[in-house]
């Protein structure tokens, strides 16, 4: 199982950003992809999920309105989008696998991280 | 909405040392709980699922249990690559992950 995410990218504030999250090594449509950001130095922080099958999302409260989530399944490759950027939105983005367990799951495969930049 | 609270934030320890690190949800995610490690500049790592269950590939010397309201993740014996931070992860309600707690060499 692997999961390679796209390049570094630099925005200006009220931008948006465009990160992708190419999987191999076992069924694309099979598990849910979650994103997870990490701003510099703090925690891990939820930002949603896209069911690669159906194309079904959830998103995170607070990002609800500046966030999508898609996928492209001829290329096995999930994508998020967020808009309206500001500094607070300077991270490190991963994608994760879920995999399953009851109704529920957990995280067993990331991407490397994608690091997104938010300057002036 | 869950909270995550880990305690403590921050530890020291030396090699050999039995360590443990706990995490509170309010309310109650029950048996769905998830450890993870993250070493800087990596991703996150899964250690452990659903409160107990080693992830396959991960050192016996890691265990999850669950006393009363306290999740709480065990390294029974520290080796040089445990010092990193672990993460406990709720997926009982949405996902949201706990603040974190850095392990770091005495």
């Known amino acids: 199982v692997q999961l390679v995410q796209s390049g570094a990218e630099v925005r200006k504030p009220g931008a948006s950003v465009k990160v992708s999250c190419k999987a191999s090594?076992?069924?694309?449509?099979?598990?849910?992809i979650h994103w997870v950001r990490q701003a510099p130095g703090q925690g891990l922080e939820w930002l949603g999920w896209i069911n690669p099958n159906s194309g079904e999302t959830y998103y995170e409260e607070k990002f609800q309105g500046r966030i999508s989530m898609t996928r492209d399944t001829s290329i096995i490759t999930a994508f998020m989008d967020l808009s309206g950027l500001s500094s607070d939105d300077t991270a490190l983005y991963y994608c994760a696998r879920q995999n399953y367990y009851d109704s529920s799951g957990y995280f067993d495969s990331w991407g490397q991280g994608s690091l997104v930049t938010v300057s002036s | 909405d869950i909270q995550m609270t880990q305690s403590p934030s921050s530890l020291s320890a030396s090699l050999g040392d039995r360590v443990t690190i706990t995490c509170r949800a309010s309310?109650?995610?029950?048996?769905?709980l998830n450890w993870y490690q993250q070493k800087p500049g990596k991703a996150p790592n899964l250690l452990i699922y659903a409160t107990s269950t080693l992830q396959t590939g991960v050192p016996s010397r890691f265990s999850g249990s669950k006393s009363g309201a306290d999740y709480i993740l065990t390294i029974s014996s520290l080796q040089p690559e445990d010092f990193a931070t672990y993460y406990c992860q709720q997926s009982y309600s949405s996902w949201t992950f706990g603040p974190g707690t850095r392990l770091e060499i005495k």
């Open positions: 309310p109650s995610v029950y048996r769905y």
């Open positions: 090594g076992y069924t694309f449509t099979d598990y849910h």
